[in-house]
Nanobody, 122 residues
Framework: QVQLAESGGGSVQAGGSLRLSCAAS????????MAWFRQAPGKERDWVAY???????SYAEGVEGRFTISKDNAKTTLYLQMNSLKPEDTGAYYC????????????????WGQGTQVTVSS
């Protein structure tokens, strides 16, 4: 079993930046894919970005060019650098991890963090 713990959320004004982190409880854990999701109040949890073990990345429309996903393989820590934040980026941000051989698709994310809140004011 692996626990994921997000940190780095907070309140910022539009145009500001935040950096989220997600630490896994086992440094030796090497998932094939890790991702960030977010959930706005009253809405479904949406995918934001993912990164594979090999470093391939993909972003949801609307965040590409503003957000950057990265990871520290030595510590199994996932990051999300968020720049030029907009009020519509507000929500709870969750990290997720697949199994060692899992795909970068929602059903394959078997571990989830508890979330960290991001609030962007206009």
């Amino acid at each position: 079993q692996v626990q994921l713990a997000e940190s780095g959320g907070g309140s910022v004004q539009a145009g500001g930046s935040l950096r989220l982190s997600c630490a896994a409880s086992r440094d030796s854990y090497s998932p094939n894919c890790m991702a960030w999701f977010r959930q706005a109040p009253g809405k479904e949890r949406d995918w934001v970005a993912y990164i594979t073990r090999g470093g391939m990345v993909s972003y949801a429309e609307g965040v590409e060019g503003r957000f950057t996903i990265s990871k520290d393989n030595a510590k199994t820590t996932l990051y999300l650098q968020m720049n030029s934040l907009k009020p519509e980026d507000t929500g709870a941000y969750y990290c997720a991890a697949s199994s060692v051989s899992g795909y970068c698709s929602r059903p394959d994310y078997i571990y989830w963090g508890q979330g960290t809140q991001v609030t962007v004011s206009s």
